[in-house]
Structure formats: structure tokens, C-alpha cells
């Protein structure tokens, strides 16, 4: 399969989801995470992620977040780390406030990689399920891998 082919899948997976999270309002930020490399064991997989959120709002500082992200669905071959930047939306005003962002998301994921491949996931979630992360990005990733499915994202704060 040709990485346009591979591209045009995730594009089309995507992108109702990223139609949806357009309506979502107000935008908080970005979050730039950095997730373990690891192994796919054919019906899921768990990475670890270290995570720099950076609010719209400069009076705020940037805040640093830790977790892990769990993949169930296919999910076949090894990659090494990859990085993965989101935009944080959400449909309700005066809710940030520092470390509000920790909690579970949960959302559509697809990926591939061949020597060096991209991979997409929206996701939902946080407190009371309030925040979307809208990927700016495909995440960029080294390895051999193919995964789609559906990701749950642990999202902590190191302050708490």
C-alpha cells in the first residue's frame, strides 16, 4: 500500500470527528505530547506520554502533564517515540484554570508506519468531559506499525 493510500485512510477516518470538533467553541490551547515508543500486541497497546500544555490565555503559564495512552483495536508492530500536538477546545467559557486538563479522553485512532509513518487521534474527555483535542498535526513516528481502533488517553497533572 503507498503512503498516499495510507494517508487518504486516516484523512477519511478522521475526519468526520474533526468536523465535530470544529463546533466545540473556545479555544484554550495546545498540548504537545511526547509518547513512548513500544510494541502493538495485536489488540491494543500502552504507551506512556509526557505532555506540555500551553494556554491561549498568556497569563498562564505553560503546565506539564504525564500519562499514558492505551490503544484497543488492531494494532501490530513497534515504533519508536513519537510526538503528537492537539488543540484544546472546549464548548464552555471560564472553565480553565491550572490543571484542569487531567483526566481520561477518550476517541477514534488510526496510524501507520513503514520506516517512518503519521497517525491521527481525536479525542474527548477530561473534567466532566469537557475538553476536545483536535489534532494540529499528524503525530510523526518512527518503526514498522499499522493500529486503528479506539484510544483512551490518561492525562495527569504533575502539580497535583
Given at each position: 500500500?503507498?503512503?498516499?493510500m495510507?494517508?487518504?485512510?486516516i484523512?477519511?477516518?478522521?475526519?468526520?470527528?474533526?468536523?465535530?470538533?470544529?463546533?466545540?467553541?473556545?479555544?484554550?490551547?495546545?498540548?504537545?505530547?511526547?509518547?513512548?515508543?513500544?510494541?502493538?500486541?495485536?489488540?491494543?497497546?500502552?504507551?506512556?506520554?509526557?505532555?506540555?500544555?500551553?494556554?491561549?490565555?498568556?497569563?498562564?503559564?505553560?503546565?506539564?502533564?504525564?500519562?499514558?495512552?492505551?490503544?484497543?483495536?488492531?494494532?501490530?508492530?513497534?515504533?519508536?517515540?513519537?510526538?503528537?500536538?492537539?488543540?484544546?477546545?472546549?464548548?464552555?467559557?471560564?472553565?480553565?484554570?491550572?490543571g484542569?486538563?487531567?483526566?481520561?479522553?477518550?476517541?477514534?485512532?488510526?496510524?501507520?508506519?513503514?520506516?517512518?509513518?503519521?497517525?491521527?487521534?481525536?479525542?474527548?474527555?477530561?473534567?466532566?468531559?469537557?475538553?476536545?483535542?483536535?489534532?494540529?498535526?499528524?503525530q510523526?513516528?518512527?518503526?514498522?506499525?499499522?493500529?486503528?481502533?479506539?484510544?483512551?488517553?490518561?492525562?495527569?497533572?504533575?502539580?497535583?
Amino acid at each position: 500500500m503507498t503512503r498516499k493510500m495510507i494517508l487518504a485512510a486516516i484523512v477519511a477516518i478522521a475526519s468526520p470527528a474533526l468536523a465535530q470538533a470544529q463546533d466545540q467553541g473556545i479555544e484554550l490551547g495546545t498540548l504537545e505530547c511526547a509518547i513512548s515508543g513500544g510494541t502493538g500486541f495485536i489488540f491494543g497497546s500502552s504507551k506512556d506520554l509526557s505532555c506540555t500544555f500551553t494556554p491561549a490565555d498568556k497569563t498562564f503559564a505553560p503546565e506539564a502533564y504525564f500519562g499514558a495512552v492505551n490503544k484497543y483495536g488492531l494494532d501490530i508492530g513497534t515504533t519508536k517515540q513519537a510526538v503528537m500536538r492537539w488543540l484544546v477546545l472546549t464548548p464552555l467559557k471560564n472553565i480553565y484554570a491550572p490543571g484542569a486538563l487531567a483526566g481520561d479522553y477518550v476517541g477514534a485512532s488510526a496510524e501507520v508506519t513503514a520506516t517512518v509513518g503519521a497517525g491521527a487521534n481525536l479525542l474527548v474527555g477530561g473534567s466532566s468531559q469537557s475538553f476536545t483535542l483536535q489534532p494540529l498535526s499528524l503525530q510523526t513516528q518512527t518503526g514498522i506499525n499499522f493500529a486503528i481502533g479506539v484510544s483512551q488517553f490518561q492525562l495527569r497533572s504533575t502539580e497535583n
